[in-house]
């Protein structure tokens, strides 16, 4: 069966159910990330458990690299070659991160006072295993493909970032236009 890049979304009335399907989630092949976001009774969001596989690698792996580059200037050379190695590749993760937490709240937004909703990237042979985790839970399952769901975290950060700017154009003084 080919793969597909997929995100599922598994709303649950249960918080426990949504962690104990996270747990389960997280060991099926082609499984990339995932997260679990639980709305309170006083419509608060909070995010309890979230995993990406391999997170912390390329900030490591930077590190060594850049120290082994620095080994051609001595022992100086391996601090600064490992400092900066580690410092670009854990900037890149950082902001991956975000990217992934925008999407989260994108999705978020629908979910209902006291439930749990889990979403995972995956890359699927088999969706009757995801389909399983989701009955034997208890949880409702929607599959999206990845890119459509990328497009949209896209979208909804662009709409952000817009209104943010449009804002603080707004809260410009007269003042301060005069100054630039």
């Given at each position: 069966?080919?793969?597909?890049?997929?995100?599922?979304?598994?709303?649950?009335?249960?918080?426990?159910?949504?962690?104990?399907?996270?747990?389960?989630?997280?060991?099926?092949?082609?499984?990339?990330?995932?997260?679990?976001?639980?709305?309170?009774?006083?419509g608060l969001l909070d995010v309890p458990e979230s995993w990406v596989r391999g997170a912390g690698t390329p900030t490591v792996v930077s590190g060594i690299v850049g120290g082994l580059v620095g080994l051609l200037g001595g022992p100086v050379g391996v601090f600064l070659?490992?400092?900066?190695?580690?410092?670009?590749?854990?900037?890149?993760?950082?902001?991956?991160?975000?990217?992934?937490?925008?999407?989260?709240?994108?999705?978020?937004?629908?979910?209902?006072?006291?439930?749990?909703?889990?979403?995972?990237?995956?890359?699927?042979?088999?969706?009757?295993?995801?389909?399983?985790?989701?009955?034997?839970?208890?949880?409702?399952?929607?599959?999206?493909?990845?890119?459509?769901?990328?497009?949209?975290?896209?979208?909804?950060?662009?709409?952000?970032?817009?209104?943010?700017?449009?804002?603080?154009?707004?809260?410009?003084?007269?003042?301060?236009?005069?100054?630039?």
């Amino acid at each position: 069966m080919p793969e597909t890049h997929t995100m599922l979304f598994v709303t649950f009335d249960d918080p426990a159910a949504a962690r104990a399907a996270y747990q389960e989630v997280k060991e099926l092949h082609g499984a990339r990330q995932a997260a679990v976001l639980e709305r309170s009774a006083e419509g608060l969001l909070d995010v309890p458990e979230s995993w990406v596989r391999g997170a912390g690698t390329p900030t490591v792996v930077s590190g060594i690299v850049g120290g082994l580059v620095g080994l051609l200037g001595g022992p100086v050379g391996v601090f600064l070659g490992w400092t900066a190695g580690t410092v670009l590749a854990g900037a890149a993760e950082i902001k991956r991160f975000q990217d992934a937490a925008e999407g989260l709240t994108v999705y978020s937004s629908g979910l209902a006072e006291g439930d749990s909703l889990l979403i995972a990237e995956v890359r699927e042979q088999q969706p009757q295993d995801a389909d399983a985790i989701a009955a034997r839970h208890g949880g409702r399952l929607v599959r999206r493909p990845a890119e459509d769901v990328a497009d949209e975290v896209r979208t909804a950060q662009e709409v952000t970032e817009e209104a943010v700017a449009q804002e603080a154009a707004e809260e410009e003084t007269p003042e301060d236009a005069r100054r630039e």
